[in-house]
């Protein structure tokens, strides 16, 4: 089972980005994949999360409105559509799956695989 996070760089406020998370060893739709993030000197958070099967996503205040998480289960892969970018997403971006099949939650706790993260720094 891998997970790789790519699409991170250096963006100015307000412009946007879109992150990939494809996995491999196994099915992501059948599991609720999370995107979290760590600043510097913060704890990681979760920012968004959709559920198995496309069942739901969340996202955290702080978010809302300017990220879209999606899935291609073509492509096993999953995207955070980052938009208005503000300074304060500066972080690293990981990608996660929850180790429960038919799951609708990203609980930090629950998830088994990371991927390695990827980088977004936001200009002011």
């Known amino acids: 089972v891998q997970l790789q996070a790519s699409g991170g760089g250096l963006v100015q406020s307000g412009g946007s980005l879109r992150l990939s998370c494809a996995a491999s060893?196994?099915?992501?739709?059948?599991?609720?994949i999370g995107w979290f993030r760590q600043a510097p000197g913060k704890e990681r958070e979760g920012v968004s999360c959709?559920?198995?099967?496309?069942?739901?996503?969340y996202y955290v205040d702080s978010v809302k409105g300017r990220f879209t998480t999606a899935r291609d289960n073509a492509k096993n892969t999953v995207y955070l559509q980052m938009d208005s970018l503000k300074p304060e997403d500066t972080a690293v971006y990981y990608c996660?799956?929850?180790?429960?099949?038919?799951?609708?939650?990203?609980?930090?706790?629950?998830?088994?695989?990371w991927g390695k993260g990827t980088l977004v720094t936001v200009s002011s």
């Open positions: 996660a799956k929850h180790r429960v099949a038919g799951s609708n939650i990203c609980d930090m706790n629950g998830m088994n695989y």
């Open positions: 060893g196994f099915t992501s739709e059948y599991y609720a």
């Open positions: 959709v559920g198995s099967g496309d069942s739901g996503t």
